[in-house]
């Protein structure tokens, strides 16, 4: 009579397995490893952060001066299409142009019937440009401090009939200088957008 024996336990547990499985032992990190990548991830998030900072700022920056101009250019073309004199200048209230302050605060675009500079009651409000963060300076030159006026030829032209040509400078205050942008509108009224570096931005 043939008999069937039973092998023993150990000849049942495959030789080739590492050696953790063979001895029931879970791979795992150890304290010292834990420690490393948590100092490595550490070391990581630092340079990370000013990084970040960077961009959030560079986009901020870009999308003020985007906004600006916009107005600028949305007031040429009306001074085109109008055939009279269109104004865009600082405004805090919406309605009535400001004489302190900068652009920052916000502006609007309107139809200066009698080119006296100043938005009227009956007078077209073409735009509101709304204000923009409390962290951001917007500054213009002598020349478009308060004012950026069109005649009907496209041309950017001073209350008084003078060619009008300037710079803003968009900066972030909480940046401490640094990157910055500026709006340069040219004599023929033709805006754009560079980008620079200031030492500071008041």
């Known amino acids: ?102 652009w920052e605060q916000g502006w609007i675009v309107f139809h200066d019937v009698n080119q006296d500079g100043e938005h009227d009651p009956d007078e077209t409000l073409i735009e509101r440009g709304n204000p923009l963060p409390d962290s951001l300076r917007l500054t213009g030159n002598s020349t478009v401090a ?11 032209r001073l209350a008084g009939g003078g060619f009008q040509a300037g710079t803003v400078t968009v900066c972030n205050l909480s940046a401490n200088g640094g990157e910055a942008r500026q709006i340069i509108l040219n004599a023929v009224g033709r805006p754009r957008v560079q980008r620079v570096a200031v030492a500071s931005c008041a």
């Open 146 to 156: 308060k004012y950026v006026s069109f005649v009907a030829t496209g041309s950017a």
């Open 1 to 102: 009579m043939n008999t069937h024996t039973t092998p023993p336990l150990a000849a049942l547990v495959p030789t080739n397995l590492p050696a953790q499985c063979r001895t029931g032992r879970s791979a795992g990190f150890t304290l010292i490893e834990l420690m490393l990548v948590i100092a490595v991830a550490t070391v990581l998030l630092g340079f990370g952060v000013p990084s970040m900072t960077a961009i959030l700022n560079s986009n901020k920056l870009t999308a003020a001066s985007n906004a600006l101009l916009s107005s600028i250019r949305l007031a040429r073309s009306e001074a085109f299409k109008r055939s009279g004199r269109v104004v865009l200048c600082k405004s805090a209230d919406g309605a009535a142009c400001a004489t302190r302050g900068g």
